[in-house]
């Protein structure tokens, strides 16, 4: 069975073994006639996947103690992959997620790191830069780009730090990959949601 | 002698007891026949500025042992005002910077409360929400205006917190006040770049 997560902005497809992303269109040019169980967010997209006979809506499946109402329903699956950890999806913003034992047991949300980036040049023309990725956390900077560079990726990286503890980090979402470079031990694994999604 | 920092949105005039806050515009009307020296980051004012017969640049004086290039003259007042400590901007974006023996020791930018707040709402209407000011940082929330919330005062809060070791930490700019509600030991004080312009 494949198994859909629909975001604001792309459809994250798992066939079994991999992950394939795809834009709306795409995703719906190429799979209307397969058999697919979904999760969505994108509640403008609704009647228009209503209307996809193969394609089915799990998302009322996906439930987690202690859940709160307005919580996203990627978040709900990536929190249900594991009994116990922190988890964090790093897109277009990225959440952090504690469970225990199964359950949800609260989490905060940060800027994704293009809302970061563009967020610095509203503020000032000064302040455009392009993120240095090979930025080094451990000492402080000097200068403009490394100063933006280091506040964004270190003040994500403190405080969840600050929330590991001894708990498993796992880690999801198009800059997880990245942003699991700066953590020892943390999983990156772009299956999560889905794997959470068949344990519901 | 009256002192100025000329900002990008505002004019702090500073008359030895208290730091008077108005718009460039006001700023002008008003003290356009006074004796004053400035600092400004709004390279926009300059020819309007060097046209006011009593008002005096002294931008050119502030320098701080290490500086680099593009460090905004407010900062290197800022960090010239005591000889040791960390030194905390919270204006349109918050400027972190570290000063021993009266050497510039680096530092970073995190964006401005309004910043953080505004770039939220530009991922999702659903996360378009307004600042918790009571959120309380010593338990993780559950919710979304909660979580956006703790996310943007816990990752400033930690991310100072980490650098600050056994350093007094001086606050200053629009939020200041309210940020340094956040940190035990603390000085507030709207006056640190007039003190740091008065000792260049």
């Not at 998302?59 to 990627?74: A, C, H, P, V």
């Not at 270190?154 to 730090?161: E, F, G, L, Q």
Request: some cysteine; glycine content about 8%; aromatic content about 8%.
């Amino acid at each position: 069975m494949l198994l859909a997560d629909i975001g604001n902005t792309r459809i994250h497809i798992y066939n079994g073994k991999e992950v394939i992303h795809l834009s709306h269109k795409e995703a719906i040019e190429q799979y209307a006639d397969k058999k697919l169980k979904y999760i969505t967010v994108k509640h403008q997209l609704k009647e228009q996947l209503n209307s996809l006979k193969n394609w089915t809506d799990i998302s009322d499946q996906i439930r987690i103690k202690n859940e709160y109402e307005t919580m996203g329903i990627d978040r709900k699956a990536l929190c249900l992959s594991h009994p116990n950890g922190i988890f964090v999806s790093a897109g277009s913003a990225i959440t952090v997620d504690l469970v225990e034992e199964g359950v949800y047991m609260g989490g905060f949300l940060l800027l994704g790191l293009r809302a970061y980036i563009e967020a610095y040049a509203t503020i000032s023309p000064a302040l455009k830069i392009e993120l240095d990725r090979e930025i080094v956390l451990d000492r402080l900077p000097v200068g403009t780009r490394e100063g933006i560079s280091y506040g964004i990726l270190n003040s994500i990286k403190t405080i969840i730090d600050k929330h590991k503890n001894r708990k498993q980090l796992y880690i999801t979402g198009g800059d997880g990959k990245f942003l699991s470079s700066f953590f020892e031990e943390a999983i990156f694994d772009e299956r999560l949601i889905f794997l959470g999604m068949q344990r519901s």
